[in-house]
């Protein structure tokens, strides 16, 4: 038993021994070739590098990086925004299994890849020109972001990290800032920051009651300049006066026509004087009640009263409505900013990306060590397969074998 593993032994020393001997004696060969393709690596190298980076084959990239801080809190508006986008209401049993928490840094990652960003990246940055996409366009950008863009959120942090790799720094570095707003726009239109969107909303809801205010008091204010009243109760009190006073004139004038005819049987001038102050007041009291163009614009006639009255009422009802409304949107308002001064952002930018002047890639002094690894590698296994060959050639009995003919 013994002897066999010495045996054994031996004839792995010996196997050693012989493919040392093979390297040895193709030494400059393993050197020749190693040194080859050690070179021809290095020229390709020095060619990507000095070559335009637009027709290079591996050119210089930079990666610029932005940072953001996704506060984590408990599962809230934007969870609920995406419930209601999506139909999935509990009473269908849909969703019974959605947990407690979620993670808003997850969600901005799963974001960040999503069409509707990817798609607008390559709209604004005109991908199609830029890497000369003839076929599928909206499929090629998006696989060509993805494989650029890239995000990765740390849970202890509570941190995303957005990078683009290209070999033009600045417009990398536009890319991941054009990306961070648009993510911040997302956020908003599914439902985050919503204390921001209903400030927004209460502002111009505000401006807007404001301005229907300042159209209401105008128009009472012209219904007053107009009448000369502050309310309708007045105008119909002064009304009823002068038809009171007009009333009581004409009865006083018919009392004195009828005393001046007892004494006097013909038609003198006075009598035609009374007669005729008489038709004035008629005729004055039926253009009250009628409306007539002289005074229309002071008294107006007597049957329009209600519908005068009506009118100003229903101003005055309006104006009072909207001013209530007013009053409860400025406190909505107050206690709307109150919430955001004590709430923390969800989404806050801890760094844009800036122009980077140090390249990320590629490594070329790791690449040519790798080269001539590989060039020695390559060698090698050459020496070992034209050892063979010789091998075969000079033994008749191995060739044959090979032929197949033994």
């Known amino acids: 038993m013994d002897t066999a593993k010495q045996n054994t032994k031996k004839s792995d020393e010996l196997d050693i021994l012989h493919y040392l001997g093979i390297f040895f004696r193709y030494k400059f060969l393993i050197l020749f070739i190693t040194g080859g393709i050690s070179i021809l690596g290095m020229l390709f190298l020095f060619i990507t590098?000095?070559?335009?980076?637009?027709?290079?084959?591996?050119?210089?990239?930079?990666?610029?990086?932005?940072?953001?801080?996704?506060?984590?809190?408990?599962?809230?508006?934007?969870?609920?925004?995406?419930?209601?986008?999506?139909?999935?209401?509990?009473?269908?049993?849909?969703?019974?299994?959605?947990?407690?928490?979620?993670?808003?840094?997850?969600?901005?990652?799963?974001?960040?890849?999503?069409?509707?960003?990817?798609?607008?990246?390559?709209?604004?940055?005109?991908?199609?020109?830029?890497?000369?996409?003839?076929?599928?366009?909206?499929?090629?950008?998006?696989?060509?972001?993805?494989?650029?863009?890239?995000?990765?959120?740390?849970?202890?942090?509570?941190?995303?990290?957005?990078?683009?790799?290209?070999?033009?720094?600045?417009?990398?570095s536009n890319i991941v800032n054009r990306v961070i707003e648009l993510l911040d726009q997302r956020f908003i239109s599914i439902g985050g920051h919503t204390n921001i969107l209903r400030k927004d909303l209460l502002e111009n809801k505000i401006a807007e009651v404001a301005a229907k205010i300042q159209f209401l008091e105008y128009k009472v204010q012209e219904f007053q300049k107009k009448y000369g009243v502050l309310d309708v109760q007045s105008l119909a009190v002064e009304h009823v006066t002068m038809m009171a006073r007009f009333r009581s004139q004409l009865i006083i004038k018919e009392m004195e026509i009828n005393t001046y005819s007892e004494f006097s049987r013909i038609e003198d001038t006075v009598l035609r004087r009374l007669k005729t102050e008489r038709d004035n007041l008629l005729k004055l009291?039926?253009?009250?009640?009628?409306?007539?163009?002289?005074?229309?614009?002071?008294?107006?006639?007597?049957?329009?009263?209600?519908?005068?009255?009506?009118?100003?009422?229903?101003?005055?009802?309006?104006?009072?409505?909207?001013?209530?409304i007013h009053s409860t949107l400025i406190q909505q308002y107050e206690i709307v900013n109150l919430s955001l001064e004590g709430e923390e952002p969800l989404f806050q930018i801890l760094e844009r990306a800036d122009v980077p002047d140090l390249k990320t890639g590629p490594r070329r002094s790791i690449l040519a060590i790798v080269i001539t690894f590989a060039g020695f590698i390559v060698s090698m296994a050459s020496v070992l397969i034209i050892n063979s060959i010789k091998s075969i050639k000079s033994d008749p009995g191995q060739l044959k074998r090979l032929k197949g003919l033994d």
């Open 285 to 324: 009291i039926e253009e009250f009640e009628s409306g007539f163009s002289e005074y229309q614009g002071v008294f107006p006639a007597q049957q329009e009263l209600p519908e005068i009255a009506l009118e100003f009422s229903h101003m005055q009802r309006d104006l009072l409505l909207q001013e209530k």
């Open 49 to 172: 590098k000095i070559l335009p980076p637009q027709i290079s084959i591996l050119p210089d990239v930079y990666t610029p990086t932005a940072m953001i801080l996704v506060n984590e809190r408990t599962m809230g508006d934007i969870y609920n925004s995406l419930l209601s986008a999506t139909s999935l209401v509990s009473s269908r049993g849909i969703g019974s299994g959605i947990p407690e928490r979620f993670s808003y840094g997850a969600l901005a990652v799963k974001l960040l890849r999503s069409n509707q960003i990817l798609d607008k990246i390559a709209e604004e940055f005109q991908l199609q020109k830029r890497y000369k996409l003839k076929h599928y366009v909206k499929s090629q950008s998006r696989n060509i972001l993805k494989t650029y863009l890239s995000a990765s959120y740390d849970d202890e942090t509570m941190t995303v990290t957005i990078t683009y790799k290209d070999h033009d720094p600045y417009f990398a």
